[in-house]
């Protein structure tokens, strides 16, 4: 069963993939091989650096996402063009992790940007973690360090909340404490077995 995992920054998604993957869920984090595809010495990192410039690494030649992501969440032609570089590579390494998952896994691909890359229909659910902007807002600001400019930012470069919620089967609400989370990725859970058996 492939289920796609997604909902905005500061929505909670990655603590949702958390709980699935404790529960015995195969969770492929998009956010995870986005990293890995652009190491140093990968061909990801090469096209970054022809496209953005040197001021994208750090002094140890690794990546500044801090300062790639000020050039990218505010000029939309630039968003547009790292997507080109590091979206087919993510997807590649996405194919050959869900071809090697056994028969019977509940297969859990977490990936911010399903519903901006209209990516629904390759996946027999597709799970919504949605919170309120505020919370959001909030969440970045407070547990992320982010200024409240760079999380506007952020959130406007996603898609909407009704547009994500229009492909959601199944919506978690996560504007409340962590034990409302627990108890509905429990009865996700339980619902999900059910259907893979």
């Not at 919620?165 to 059910?194: C, K, M, R, Y």
């Amino acid at each position: 069963m492939k289920i796609g995992l997604t909902g905005g920054i500061g929505s909670g998604k990655s603590e949702v993939a958390r709980r699935l993957a404790a529960r015995g869920a195969l969770v492929i984090d998009a956010d995870l091989i986005a990293r890995e595809v652009v190491e140093p010495g990968t061909l990801g990192l090469a096209e970054i650096t022809a496209t953005f410039g040197d001021a994208v690494l750090r002094p140890d030649g690794t990546l500044d996402r801090e300062s790639l992501g000020k050039i990218v969440f505010t000029d939309p032609a630039q968003l547009k063009a790292l997507n080109a570089i590091v979206h087919p590579k993510v997807g590649a390494r996405v194919t050959e992790l869900q071809q090697a998952a056994p028969a019977d896994a509940i297969v859990v691909y977490d990936v911010p940007l399903l519903a901006e890359n209209d990516l629904a229909s390759l996946y027999d659910k597709v799970i919504v973690v949605d919170a309120d902007d505020d919370v959001r807002l909030t969440r970045l600001t407070h547990l992320r360090g982010m200024s409240p400019e760079d999380a506007q930012a952020r959130i406007a470069a996603q898609a909407t909340r009704e547009a994500r919620l229009s492909i959601a089967d199944i919506v978690i609400d996560n504007n409340g404490p962590l034990s409302a989370l627990d108890a509905q990725v429990a009865e996700l859970w339980h619902e999900l077995t059910d259907v893979a058996t």
